[in-house]
């Protein structure tokens, strides 16, 4: 299938399909590790012809970013990861792996202590079993298995770097906001990865997702425009324990979260996994986490205005997915971050 008829035959399909082909089971990928798994700072002494960025000192126990590249190498793995995307579309019964790319990159990212700097994406620590096998992130190992060959073809990313660049490019592939991305994080070895348990409990309400979110120092409108990613994709059985998608459009990056949100009649089931969660006629479904979301009213005034207003949401997510991928790391001023051109507006 071409790339260009492949991307709109993915979003008219799973536009139309809804929820109804959900109930198959996902295509598994067969699990190819990146060839230097466990490889610590390899990145920085391999392929590296051109110094584009240099070392500067960190302060307050910031990580501080490196570079070697330049916003053109960068713009080429973009395109190299949004190709797979469309070439691969027929994962997750033709949702694709933006979805999965997306939650991957806030997982790597989301592990962060400000108390202490650890955890967050520099380290690329996800590359460790530790980490990979943390009962949070089951699933995304479909999407560090997809980015394997993107590895092997850019052997001087680090892990870090790729998992946030890969994100970035499923957001605005997937019809989403532009994203600044900076370039730079350095793979840290396995004693640094964090311990399992830092992630988020779904089954809980809006006073635990604010105290979640003030480790990261995230304030209640970040917190709300964070989860409108949750109009992407959808939960599985198998991963989480929950199961269904949260809207129509599971590949297409919209405020539909908010509106569903709001419109829709919810009714607290018991799933099959005895976990209860939100559905609606429509065969949407909201987490506890979500629902707490118009539950509590400082946060119900932001759903609102988002979902009347996607600019909005869209320049909000903008600025807090950035903050969430670069929590715990200090850029130098010569590392500018790059904006990446989408595959269609490169035709
Ligand atoms: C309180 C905070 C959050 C909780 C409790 C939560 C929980 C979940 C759960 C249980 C799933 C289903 C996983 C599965 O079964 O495969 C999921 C999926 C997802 N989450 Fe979240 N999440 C939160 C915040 C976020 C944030 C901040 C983002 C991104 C900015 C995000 C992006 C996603 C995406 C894109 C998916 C779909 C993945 C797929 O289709 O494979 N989530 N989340």
Redesign the pocket.
Known sequence: MSAAIGARFTRALNRNSLYLLAGATAAVGAGVAFNNYQNGRRNQKQNSPKIWGTLAAGGAGLHTAEVQKSPQDYQKVYNAIAQKMQDEDEY?NY?GYG??L??LA?HVSGTFEKADNSGGSFGGTYRFKKEMNDPSNK?LQNGFDFLGSIQKQFPWISHGDLFTLAGVTAIQEMQGPKIPWRAGRVDQPENTTPDNGRL???TKDANY?RN?FARMKFSDREVVA??G??A?????LK??G?EGPWGAATNSFSNEFYNNLLNEQWKLESNDAGNKQYNSKSGFMM?P?DMALVQDPKYKKIVQEYAKNQDVFFSDFAKV?TK?IENGIEFPKNIKATTFKTLEEQQ
């Open positions: 997750d949702i979805p999965v997306v939650r806030w699933g988020p409990d779904a997702v979640f964070l989860m990613a949750h992407l994709g959808k939960t599985h991963n989480s929950f987490l986490t997915f969430l």
